[in-house]
């Protein structure tokens, strides 16, 4: 059958996260999926669409008009934003389409595909060709998302979002997907000649679930190398954004602040490895050094140390005292227990819901070589994280983390790791401000190039000191060495918020969104920035697109009860503390979180009680009542002052 080529609204359509989903529980995944296709299919007849295809968890359809997508897309997610919800993003373009044999092809197919993939669930993207069929349709509403350069594709696309009620709306210029390489934040220091990025390994197995062991192999001969006084080391979170990127070996040094780069690749197959490794001059492309290893499984820890030793041997590094030894001290024992821990590195970086299956890997790891230390650090790591964001309660947690954390000095005192996660307690958990700074101090001195000490001694210095000046130092100091790591610029963020510094705070955390457009604390800090600049709709507009994409996280929902309380909203404070009273059966819910939406309910005696209980179960974010808004009832109520006066600050 011949081709035809006609105009159409094309439309593609995709659930988030449904891979996770299923691995998570499948039979809700399945009912989802159902829900899905049942409802737009059900819209489809309605609004004149044909789906073309059904692909996994996603479709592409076309319709005669722009319009009636438009009708369809907006009907469906409305539907979708219902419970039991179903996380569907979809993108739109209009544009002339070949169709043959079932199928369609042509340039309006590629650039509504790469729409979808900017978007968020919830919402509706439509490109600039579809907002212009719209203009003379006035009961549509659209935001511009801004103007997004797509792989592929000639032009810059200025993207929209229908703006409705029962939709997300993103904010604008935060999405990413398939476009080219976003301009990165500007490096803060010069780049240093004996400098370096490790680029995950590629892994060359036949076995996609062999990808941890390359991943682990990098990440701990970056982990050897971070601890050389003479060599600056980019983060992990920043060398590794580069992961099946094929990005300008110049373009990345620059962004990452290095003259050189160590990639490699690794094929496991039974019990034998081979391991390819290059140390290359972002400037030129020249290689300064390679090397093949045809070893077996049980040398992995030798090749390692000879990556590192001939790493410091072509940068002409000067090794100090102990330096040496540290590249080569062997980790552990037991190669099961070493490949639990690189699994368990795997999990755990990917956070979220991961953290817990990471968790399991170390602690498995630690069954098998209790004085593996490497391994304990991490578990202590874990447990600080489930306590800091309320997974947890802080009393179970924290003295399994410390335990954890003191294991892994007995073994090794010369790691920074658990060091860190000692002073992170000393501050959130113990208020032991003395002993706080004496740990911080101390992993500065083992290695001041570790970013996880510089954005906790942040934490400290803008909520036990209040020192905005010393505490943005700290915060920078974690983005020079991690500058493509959303986290430490919503760090930077919350600095400038304590501070009253709302420009400031809502350019830091527009970067931090722009790096990572799901991390729902960066749009937090957003919204209390807006909402300083006396821009009430838009910070609300934040902080629902922060309860939206964390899964409704208590974090985002006290803020969300401050931020709907003081624009005269109480009834919705209300709905907040009714949720989350309901879900404190069934799950933990900090009592510092229910007394916040207590207060902002104008629950006052409940709020002192939940208060109370806060404090006797020393509840992570009791130690930042001293900066952030929607804690200034603390610092204003003279019913609650003497909570603030119980938490010792220093001066």
Known sequence: ??????????????????????????????????RHRSI???????????VIQYYGDGTLSIFPSAVQAVECALNMQQFFNQMPAVPVRMGMHIGDIMVKDGSVYGDGVNLASRIESLGVAGCVLISDKVNDELHSHRSFKTRSMGSYQFKNIDREVEVFALDHPGLVRPEPNSLTGKTEQKKAPPIISPILKKSIAVLPFVNMSNDPEQ????????????????????????GRTSSFQFKGKNVDLREMGHILGVNTVLEGSVRKQRNHLRVTVQLINVEDGFHLWS?????????IFEIQDEVALSVTENLKIRLLDGEKESITRTPTVNKQAYDLYLKGRFYWNRRGTSLKQGLGYFLQAVALDPEFSLAQAAIADTYALFAFYSILPSHEVIPKARQAAENAI??????????????YMATFYYWDWSEAKLQFEKALEINPDYPATHYWYCNYWCWVERDYMRAAEEAKKAIELE????HVFNILASVYVCARAYEEAYNASLTAIELDANSFLSHCALS??????????????AIRFAVKISGRHQYALLMFSWLLAINDDIPGAKSILDELLTRSGTEYISNLSLSVAAYYSNNHPQALVFMEKAFEERAS?????????????IRTDVRFQPFLKRMNYPG
């Open 410 to 423: 007995s073994v090794n005192a010369a790691k920074v790791e658990p060091y860190a996660v000692l002073a």
């Open 528 to 541: 209390m920035a807006l909402n300083g600049q006396g821009k009430s709709t838009e910070a609300l507009d």
């Open 483 to 486: 500058p493509l790591n959303s």
């Open 291 to 299: 090397e093949r290893y045809d070893r077996e499984l049980d040398d």
């Open 621 to 633: 974010l009791l130690a930042t009542i001293s900066g952030y808004p929607f804690l200034s009832f």
């Open 1 to 34: 059958m011949p081709a035809s080529r006609q105009l159409a609204a094309i439309l593609f359509t995709d659930i988030e996260g449904y891979t996770s989903m299923m691995q998570r529980n499948e039979e809700h995944a399945v009912l989802l999926r159902d």
């Open 40 to 50: 737009l299919e059900d819209a489809h007849g309605k609004f004149n669409g044909t």
């Open 211 to 234: 990808e941890y062991f390359g991943d682990g192999i990098a990440e701990e001969i970056l982990n050897s190398l971070s601890h050389l006084n003479e060599l600056k080391v980019a």
